[in-house]
């Protein structure tokens, strides 16, 4: 990396965070329809940055129907060097609960250290940061040491159909050598980590319908079937107290890891006591017996429950038997676990676990394979020795138990590997209340990523 480019990032340090907190401010939630203005906001504001920067055919893409817009551009002006796709979403989650923020999540705020907002580290800060990178050379350089294309998308929180079919039906233009994503943690403050794992994802939405309409449970229980009670049991049977699931064949592809990847994890600085009362903070932790915490959550599959509605949730009583009820449930996957026989497999079980007088549907809302890369990729190395060049320690590998959907979409469709260098720290909060970004991570992303530019060079 250039001296020009370093003194760049750092007498820029103060811009950089302003210009965060503008991305951060705009409440662009993808999964609520009422949000469809924000979206277009943010979409603009990284297509604004982009152009500011220097990227060449910097185009919005829209999709059909309420899809999200896509953002891409490139800089191709480095022959003979290496093609580095770089891959951000600028939707983020709701911020609900609302009273349990410090501060409100769509006002950025500077506590320690860290900025607090919705999006802080999910992923409007990360995808900043590798704006910056680039603008630092184009800024300071007016060129790249590397060839480098834009992929940003808008739907990543809600299943991310709009780059799926983008993906599929353009891979010529994506055609890359490698595909970085920061959209990961790091196992420990301090510690310089790259995922190399993530677990797939079957997320559905399972209905269960039993009388035609509400029924007074004084004049009916005891006759009528009722939609909640058969979902609990459904859900009961699916898994049981020991935490295996009891689908027929789930387990049948699931392996276990490498011994010396298992051997590489215990030698990881994790303490499962302090992880139960610091991250946890519930009673005990749970799942499958004869497995530590990092395999269960890293290298093995799960079925958890996200949400249940029906009948009546509101203050004071109504003695109602629902018509309807429904439960959000989702399946994570590990390696070899194909996510069609999956689906298959557990539309059967939850029909047979059906109770009589119930009629059951099953949606599926997303689906995700589980992806693994190699450590002996040269675009691996490369990210290990920029990230510890920066942190002064040695980058460690790990397996994440979440899911990014577009890197099996990029080797699948594009045939690449992703690099997924992640700044984010296990107690950031994603998805809940006080999410937050450590800005010293946020400034030495940038720095590590644009390392990574030139050792690729090199």
């Given amino acids: 990396m250039t001296k020009a480019a370093l003194e760049y990032y750092q007498t820029n340090r103060e811009r950089f ?80 609960p609302l009273e349990e923020w410090l501060t409100p999540p769509f006002e ?31 800024k300071t350089e007016g060129k790249l040491p590397i060839n480098v294309k834009f992929l940003i998308e808008g739907e990543e929180e809600m299943g991310g159909e709009h780059i799926e079919a983008y993906v599929a039906a353009h891979a010529d233009r994506l055609k890359a050598d490698a595909a970085l994503v920061c ?37 009916f229980g005891g006759a009528a079937p009722n939609p909640i009670q058969a979902l609990a049991e459904i859900i009961t049977g699916l898994k049981g107290r020991d935490g295996k699931i009891r689908i027929p064949g789930f387990y049948k592809n699931v392996k276990h ?40 959550m890293w290298a093995r599959p799960t079925l958890e429950v996200h949400g249940i509605r029906g009948g009546f949730v509101s203050e004071g009583a109504k003695t109602v038997i629902p018509a309807v009820a429904a439960a959000k449930i989702s399946m994570r996957l590990v390696p070899e676990m194909n996510p069609r026989e999956i689906v298959r497999q557990y539309t059967a079980y939850v029909k047979k676990l059906t109770p009589k007088g119930i009629r059951t549907t099953v949606r599926v809302l997303s689906t995700a394979p589980a992806t693994l890369v190699s450590t002996q990729s040269r675009w691996i190395a490369a990210g290990a020795e920029a990230m510890e060049q920066v942190f002064h320690k040695k980058t460690v590998y790990m397996r994440s138990g979440g899911s990014i959907p577009v890197v099996d979409l ?7 590997p992703s690099v997924m260098m992640g700044f984010g720290l296990p107690d950031d909060n994603l998805h809940a209340p006080n999410e937050k970004f450590h800005l010293p991570n946020f400034y030495r992303g940038i720095e590590s990523v644009a390392r990574y530019f030139t050792l690729l060079a090199q």
């Fill in 108 to 138: 950025p705020t500077v506590r320690n250290d860290n900025i607090y907002a919705r999006g802080a580290v999910d992923d409007k800060g990360q995808a900043y940061l590798l704006l910056k990178a680039v603008e630092g050379f184009l």
């Fill in 410 to 416: 990029f080797q699948k469709h594009v045939g690449i």
């Fill in 183 to 219: 959209d990961t943690e790091m196992f420990a403050p301090e510690l310089p980590t790259i995922t190399t794992g993530l677990r797939g994802l079957i997320y559905t939405e399972l209905e269960a319908r039993g009388p035609a309409h509400d029924l007074h449970s004084g004049m």
């Fill in 17 to 96: 965070l302003e210009g965060l907190k503008a991305f951060l401010r705009i409440p662009s939630i993808s999964t609520l329809p009422e949000h469809k203005p924000d979206i277009q906001r943010a979409v603009e504001f990284v297509g604004g940055e982009l152009r500011e920067m220097g990227m060449k055919n910097v185009e919005i893409i829209t999709g059909t129907g309420n899809q999200n817009p896509l953002i891409y551009a490139e800089w191709l002006e480095a022959p003979g060097k290496p093609t580095l796709l770089i891959y951000g979403h600028y939707d983020v989650q709701p911020p609900d």
């Fill in 257 to 296: 890891p490498p011994r010396p990847e298992l051997a590489s994890w215990k030698k990881l600085p994790f303490n499962e006591k302090r992880f139960l009362e610091k991250e946890v903070g519930a009673p005990a932790l749970v799942g499958e017996k004869g497995f530590s915490a990092l395999e269960r």
